[in-house]
């Protein structure tokens, strides 16, 4: 038959996860304390979209997903976020932006990559002092 989760062991009865909030929120409270104490500047909320990859948006798809209330697009937020429901982790993602969608800022009239770089490797330096804050705070 049709596996109906994407975590599904030999002996494992297929169940449906609630999914009604995404994220755990004791990991995403930690997460945000961590990177208050690390001074890593940080939206605390918004609306994540998640696309079929692996290519990038069209503009009229970002325009539409904008009018759906999304403030961030991604290819593998969620299905993360629904494999750690299933075998019952305690999750929250760091996202990091790495360019403007199709249509928007900089990519106006098309993703610029050879700017990614130049975006992701101090936005990368962040994710790490988060993360190092965040194994202190446990430690302690």
């Known amino acids: 038959g049709r596996k109906a989760t994407f975590f599904e062991g030999d002996e494992a009865e297929v169940t449906h996860v609630d999914f009604t909030d995404p994220y755990c929120e004791t990991m995403r409270q930690r997460a945000m304390v961590a990177a208050r104490q690390a001074n890593v500047p940080f939206a605390e909320g918004g609306v994540y979209a998640a696309v079929q990859g692996p290519r990038l948006e069209t503009s009229a798809e970002i325009n539409r997903l904008e009018r759906d209330g999304a403030t961030m697009v991604g290819m593998t937020g969620m299905p993360e976020a629904v494999l750690a429901r299933e075998l019952g982790l305690c999750y929250a993602t760091i996202a990091v932006i790495a360019n403007y969608a199709a249509g928007r800022?900089?990519?106006?009239h098309?993703?610029?990559?050879?700017?990614?770089?130049?975006?992701?490797?101090?936005?990368?330096?962040?994710?790490r002092l988060i993360l190092e804050q965040m194994v202190a705070i446990d430690g302690d």
């Open 105 to 108: 800022g900089t990519s106006q």
């Open 110 to 127: 098309g993703i610029q990559f050879s700017d990614l770089d130049a975006v992701l490797c101090p936005a990368m330096e962040h994710v």
